[in-house]
């Protein structure tokens, strides 16, 4: 009963910060570094050290080495997102979050493809942190839940 209550807490304080990021990407194209922070700390609420330590190498690395071969056009805020929510979600997790919001991504652009052409699409800067924080939310509870 207590874990249940734990673990239900644990998302919903996962799912509100992941609201705060997106909304404060989508105004600023930022990412305070107080917000991930945050997520770690809801990733103490109940820890095994062993899969949080690898879920957030595993879901931050892609994002460094893509980082680094775009020449920055992913920020330091989106590695750091998937640091903290690699953390909170251990390395299954940590790559569903990736493959559903990278995915959201793909629908997205797709669609301002349709609306506006290739060439829109692809001038249209988008910040990542809002279709990353969907599929985090999503990750945690099919994960958990489901």
Known sequence: MLSDLLLLSKGLLFGALLLVISFHD???REIPNRLPLAILGVGMLEISIIP???GLVVA??????????TNGKIGGGDI?????SGFV??????LLQSVLGLSLVLFFAAGLAVQGGMT?????????APFLSAG???AFWLLYFC
Do not use: D, E, H, N
């Not at 931050?60 to 071969?69: K, Q, R, V």
């Not at 979600?89 to 940590?94: E, F, K, N, S, V």
């Not at 692809?122 to 910040?127: I, Q, R, V, Y």
């Open 26 to 28: 989508i105004r600023t």
């Open 52 to 54: 949080a330590v690898t």
């Open 60 to 69: 931050s690395l892609p994002y460094l080495l893509a980082a680094i071969i």
């Open 80 to 84: 750091k997102l998937m640091a903290a």
């Open 89 to 94: 979600l251990g390395p299954a997790g940590g």
């Open 120 to 128: 829109k699409a692809a001038k249209t800067p988008l910040p990542l």
């Open 136 to 138: 985090g939310f999503a």
